[in-house]
């Protein structure tokens, strides 16, 4: 069995989002670039947290938080990834949502992907890492 490293992992993840996201020829390609971006975001985003940085998405929480109107529902970073997470389940026991019930998808997925490449891109920028991680790259 091999051994990987999820930071390369990420970058790689990282390249083939962008590269899909550049050269989408369907709507799957953006489906792809937000897919991968997710999951980059979930390795890249907990590391950034742990060194003790702030995701991107947990920025624009605040950042929604501190100009939002009396009365409005707190913002949390797992708004930023809704797209992201219904495009990878379906249905909600915590909510009562049956699977089938929940089967489709409204977003213009071009601009979702955008959006989750750039958060996936900024946290990339602001974790540290090791100079022995960047020469395995």
Request: aromatic share 6%.
């Given at each position: 069995?091999k051994t990987f490293d999820k930071?390369?992992?990420?970058?790689?993840?990282?390249?083939?989002?962008?590269?899909?996201?550049?050269?989408?020829?369907?709507?799957?390609?953006?489906?792809?670039?937000?897919?991968?971006?997710?999951?980059?975001?979930?390795?890249?985003?907990?590391?950034?947290?742990?060194?003790?940085?702030?995701?991107?998405?947990?920025?624009?929480?605040?950042?929604?938080?501190?100009?939002?109107?009396?009365?409005?529902?707190?913002?949390?970073?797992?708004?930023?990834?809704?797209?992201?997470?219904?495009?990878?389940?379906?249905?909600?026991?915590?909510?009562?949502?049956?699977?089938?019930?929940?089967?489709?998808?409204?977003?213009?997925?071009?601009?979702?992907?955008?959006?989750?490449?750039?958060?996936?891109?900024?946290?990339?920028?602001?974790?540290?890492?090791?100079?022995?991680?960047r020469r395995l790259?």
């Amino acid at each position: 069995m091999k051994t990987f490293d999820k930071i390369q992992i990420a970058s790689d993840m990282f390249v083939e989002a962008h590269n899909r996201y550049m050269g989408a020829k369907q709507e799957i390609d953006y489906v792809v670039s937000i897919l991968l971006s997710g999951a980059i975001i979930g390795i890249i985003g907990s590391l950034l947290k742990e060194q003790g940085g702030h995701s991107t998405h947990e920025l624009l929480a605040r950042i929604s938080n501190a100009i939002s109107e009396g009365g409005d529902d707190a913002a949390h970073e797992g708004m930023f990834r809704e797209i992201y997470n219904s495009l990878k389940h379906a249905g909600n026991e915590r909510r009562k949502i049956a699977a089938s019930d929940d089967l489709e998808v409204k977003t213009d997925l071009k601009k979702e992907a955008a959006h989750m490449l750039d958060a996936a891109k900024g946290d990339f920028r602001n974790i540290e890492v090791s100079n022995e991680a960047r020469r395995l790259g």
